[in-house]
Nanobody
Framework: QVQLVESGGGLVQAGGSLSLSCAAS????????MGWYRQAPGNQREWVAS???????KYADSVKGRFTISRDNAKNTVYLQMNTLKPDDTAVYYC????????????????WGQGTQVTVSS
């Protein structure tokens, strides 16, 4: 069983910063890509950023230059540093990890955090 536990988030004024973290626990072989998604009220969940096991990163255009994703493989943790926040960044943020648990195939499955609210006031 793999569990992802998120922390961070909260309420901040526009222009401020927040940081999120997400740690994996349980029995697994390895974690490949890690990422962050968000879902605003009335909208579909959208991809925000991702990072490979080797540290290569990608960002949605809407957050490029403001958000930074990073990971600590030893701690099985992914982070999201959010700077220059805007009201449009208000959403529930979810972490995602592609986790290998089967020693026969080493195929990965998607696991999700519980979600954490980020609210940016204008």
């Amino acid at each position: 069983q793999v569990q992802l536990v998120e922390s961070g988030g909260g309420l901040v004024q526009a222009g401020g910063s927040l940081s999120l973290s997400c740690a994996a626990s349980g029995r697994f072989l390895s974690i490949n890509a890690m990422g962050w998604y968000r879902q605003a009220p009335g909208n579909q969940r959208e991809w925000v950023a991702s990072i490979t096991r080797g540290g290569s990163t990608k960002y949605a255009d809407s957050v490029k230059g403001r958000f930074t994703i990073s990971r600590d493989n030893a701690k099985n943790t992914v982070y999201l540093q959010m700077n220059t926040l805007k009201p449009d960044d208000t959403a529930v943020y979810y972490c995602n990890m592609k986790v290998a648990t089967n020693p026969s195939s080493w195929s990965t499955s998607d696991y999700w955090g519980q979600g954490t609210q980020v609210t940016v006031s204008s």
